[in-house]
């Protein structure tokens, strides 16, 4: 077998053993669609950033979990509210965002799903459909059908009132919600990371987008795109994440002279431009930060659990982190504390706001630094569900058991305020 053959059967086991969070290479290390969705969101690392993927898959370097911490006990999975059926189909997967007085879920995996593991050569059928819930009044209504399929995968940010996404033929569109209507972008001048599967940030009325060669901002109200000045900073950054945050538009990624192979440990770098220039902060002791960022409001958190050794042959001599805390504004990068010593907690669900993260099925709240198992309400099924925090509560919505002979979608919803 060539080291080729290894590598990407190795990649093959890894996936089938990670439980890993929405997302967004693109929302692909991030929990969404299974089996095939997630293989083909790996292969996209690998054209983007070969190095990384081969970190990932754990051949060369060895993941496994290092954790202590005892998690707060889990509450009761009877501390879910099961809430009216929502107007869509059963599904899984999808994108779910918060409007500030609604929860929207749009489209999902309807079709064709294939089971973690398996080699499947149909492709998916994923849904256009999507609807808002009123977590106020308790209700449902139906929203316009997008312009395109949309899955877990897609590329999304809500800038406003406007859900911003990039569809699989590589356009941008936005539903208003305040006139329950969808519309066309204009497209970025050079083509986002990734063919399409880029990552989004949004603040301040601007989505945030990782181009070719230069961060491209668009400015919704007015439909103009911009770009940042390029960074001077040597070496040149392989940027895989950009994070818009009021300390700054932030950039992570890795040193783009080094091969990024697995020998040695590629470890995080991150610039932070300001509004005026750009700034190259101090290396990380971190690998990997396949999880994405989130602004909690003070740093930024990349909740991915787990730590890379290098492996038998090109070991480390330690574990090196593969999530952990930036603070963009004093520059200094921190562990996850106390992180769960399991790879894997209660419902695996995937959403942020605020200091309050839910992924790897664990609640964690970076204001306190305490983890908490997230209990699988009865009749809720394992794997795919689509979650959002909206204001304080947690809303989860469809999802799929793949123990039955058939796989088994669910449309059913609920909610949690922890």
Not at 154 to 165: C, F, K, Q, S
Not at 183 to 205: C, I, M, N, T, V
Request: charged content about 20%.
């Amino acid at each position: 077998m060539t080291i080729e053959d290894t590598l990407r059967q190795g990649l093959s086991d890894k996936l089938d053993t990670l439980d890993v969070p929405h997302g967004d290479a693109g929302r692909a290390l991030r929990e969404g669609d299974r089996g095939r969705g997630r293989q083909r969101h790996w292969r996209i690392g690998i054209a983007v950033a070969t190095g990384v993927a081969l970190v990932c898959a754990g051949v060369a370097v060895g993941l496994r979990w290092d954790g202590s911490n005892e998690v707060d006990p889990a509450p009761t999975p009877a501390d879910w509210t099961r809430l009216p059926e929502p107007p869509l189909s059963p599904r899984t997967g999808g994108v779910a965002a918060w409007t500030g007085s609604e929860a929207l879920f749009v489209g999902g995996e309807i079709d064709n799903l294939c089971p973690p593991g398996a080699d499947c050569s149909q492709p998916s059928t994923y849904a256009r459909d999507g609807a808002a819930y009123d977590p106020v009044s308790g209700t449902w209504r139906r929203i316009a059908d997008a312009p395109v399929t949309v899955a877990a995968h897609t590329p999304h940010a809500m800038v406003g009132d406007n859900l911003v996404i990039i569809g699989d033929d590589g356009l941008w569109h936005a539903y208003d919600t305040s006139e329950d209507r969808w519309r066309g972008l204009p497209e970025p001048p050079g083509k986002a990371r990734g063919e399409g599967l880029a990552r989004l940030s949004a603040y301040d009325g601007r989505v945030y987008t990782l181009g070719p060669i230069a961060v491209q901002v668009l400015d919704l109200a007015k439909g103009d795109w911009s770009a940042l000045p390029v960074s001077p900073a040597q070496p040149r950054l392989e940027s895989h994440y950009v994070t818009a945050t009021p300390e700054g538009v932030v950039v992570v990624g890795l040193d783009s002279t080094q091969p990024n192979d697995g020998i040695k440990p590629s470890y995080l770098l991150a610039e932070v431009w300001d509004g005026e220039s750009w700034r190259r902060l101090e290396r990380s002791d971190m690998l990997g930060g396949y999880g994405g960022w989130h602004w909690t409001g003070e740093r930024l958190v990349s909740l991915y659990l787990g730590c890379m050794d290098g492996g038998e042959v090109n070991g480390y001599g330690r574990c090196i982190p593969t999530g952990g805390i930036l603070d963009p504004g004093t520059g200094t990068w921190a562990s996850l504390p106390d992180a769960p010593a399991e790879g894997s907690g209660g419902w695996s669900l995937n959403a942020a706001e605020g200091s309050r993260m839910v992924s790897w099925g664990y609640l964690y709240d970076d204001r306190t630094g305490r983890w908490t198992k997230v209990p699988r309400p009865a009749g809720a099924p394992r794997d795919g569900t689509a979650a959002v925090w909206a204001a304080g509560t947690l809303i989860a919505f469809g999802g799929v058991d793949w123990e039955t002979p058939e796989p088994r979608l669910s449309n059913r919803a609920w909610a949690w305020t922890p």
